[in-house]
């Protein structure tokens, strides 16, 4: 029982130590979500030029954090005519590139982690364009396409299929400061929580655990600790391996990190471990269905040389540069909650927080909740159903969903239905994708 006990209290204060920077990092998601509509995202994604692909990674580290949910949006935009190399760098972007990320490496690991990721982030993604220009053959590529077209479900299909940005007219800052602004913004922040958290939980139990039982002379000797130069060459090719089999994914994997990088992997280990939850089993079985055995294959191979390239450079770029922080000052947050600024940030952040889902309650959002699992092209039948919460605001233009006229708006065919969109999670489905059918 003592040793039930101590691992749930370090699961506790690594906790409250990041419930602030959680918070933050989503709002500041919602934000960006809630006036940048995935039509967009798809006619800015249709190659894969440099310039493309910056464009992608700059969009997806605006997106969700979501392992699951990045993945199915990226499969989402590649239907929808997105390159996929550029719908790739997209994906990597909207788990590794995040603001949540960042801030939650700062203050459990240190601000030379944050940068590493920032670093890495992008090395990663150039790598991952050259193996595609080098590798990925027209016929590979015909056959994910054809198995993409196909709809296999995976995991958080009905989230990805959401578009819930403000599909008004008028300035960034006049959508976003407006009553729909707000609401989008409270939706898809509350969403983006309703993705995560079951991997976030899981992440911190499993890292609390990990600390409590599990000796750091195990992890020393199996990092090898104690030889500098075999750990630099191993730690980037063991922890996207560790990752694959912890299934922690998103940024749920961070404290995990923490208590790798105490037991001693390398700093270069850190980052491609990190990266590497995108190639967690769950994660690379829907991969198969998305786009094929053989072309899940391919990505495990590429995603694996890119993490440990980008691994490698880290440590060589952050080691010249003296960048590497003491390991024997790495530290485990187990002082539990005490009234310091931690304590007060989380506090303002939750009332935030509360405010935010007592509006999302308000308009509807457990009509949208309910849809977030699900296949990709499910929400064809739901019509208009859980927008009562959205009757009083009369010619709305609102913010769900709707990505059968978003993938025609690409097009030029609909850019007058705005007002269609209505509120909630509305997909449109069979309408949009019959629609990608007749584009590919």
């Not at 204060?13 to 998601?29: C, D, K, R």
């Not at 993945?71 to 935009?77: Q, Y």
């Not at 400061?177 to 993705?195: I, K, L, N, Q, Y």
């Not at 909650?337 to 509360?354: D, G, V």
Request: with cysteine; aromatic share 10%; net charge negative.
């Amino acid at each position: 029982m003592h040793a039930l006990l101590h691992a749930l209290s370090i699961t506790g204060s690594m906790t409250w130590e990041i419930t602030w920077a959680l918070i933050l990092g989503f709002l500041l998601s919602a934000v960006v979500q809630a006036v940048v509509r995935k039509s967009t995202v798809i006619r800015l994604l249709g190659d894969d030029r440099p310039r493309t692909l910056a464009i992608a990674s700059a969009l997806g580290a605006a997106s969700s954090s979501c392992s699951y949910a990045a993945v199915a949006l990226a499969r989402s935009l590649f239907r929808k005519g997105a390159d996929f190399t550029a719908a790739m760098a997209f994906e990597i972007a909207s788990t590794n590139l995040v603001v949540e990320l960042g801030v939650i490496l700062a203050l459990l690991m240190g601000w030379q982690f944050t940068a590493a990721e920032f670093v890495g982030g992008p090395i990663m993604i150039i790598a991952l364009a050259v193996l595609f220009r080098l590798f990925l053959r027209d016929k590979l590529l015909r056959e994910a396409r054809e198995q993409a077209d196909r709809g296999l479900a995976g995991s958080m299909e009905g989230h990805a299929a959401m578009d819930m940005s403000v599909q008004g007219e008028g300035s960034f800052t006049r959508r976003l400061f407006s009553r729909d602004g707000f609401t989008a913004t409270a939706h898809v922040f509350v969403m983006e929580w309703a993705a995560i958290l079951k991997d976030l939980v899981i992440g911190l139990l499993v890292a609390g655990a990990i600390a409590a039982w599990v000796p750091d002379s195990f992890w020393q000797a199996f990092f090898f600790a104690h030889h500098p130069l075999a750990a630099k060459l191993w730690g980037p090719l063991i922890g996207p391996v560790v990752a694959m089999i912890s299934f922690v994914c998103s940024i749920g994997n961070v404290p995990l990190a923490v208590v790798l990088w105490k037991g001693g992997i390398s700093f270069g280990g850190v980052v491609a471990f990190i990266f590497a939850d995108l190639l967690i089993l769950p994660i690379l079985n829907i991969y198969r269905k998305y786009y094929g055995r053989r072309m899940a294959y391919f990505l495990l191979a590429t995603f694996y040389a890119a993490m440990v390239l980008a691994g490698y450079l880290v440590e060589l770029l952050f080691g010249g540069l003296g960048l590497i922080p003491d390991q024997r000052d790495a530290t485990i947050p187990m002082e539990g909650i005490s009234w310091n600024y931690t304590s007060w940030l989380n506090i303002a952040f939750l009332l935030l927080a509360a405010v935010l889902v007592i509006r999302f309650f308000r308009t509807g959002g457990m009509a949208m909740m309910h849809m977030m699992g699900g296949g990709p092209d499910d929400h064809a039948g739901h019509g208009h159903e859980g927008h009562e919460g959205h009757a009083g605001h009369g010619g709305h233009a609102g913010h769900a969903g709707h990505d059968g006229h978003d993938a025609h708006e690409g097009h030029g065919g609909h850019e007058g239905h705005g007002d269609h969109s209505a509120h909630a999670g509305h997909d449109h489905g069979a309408h949009g994708d019959h629609g990608d059918h007749q584009h590919h």
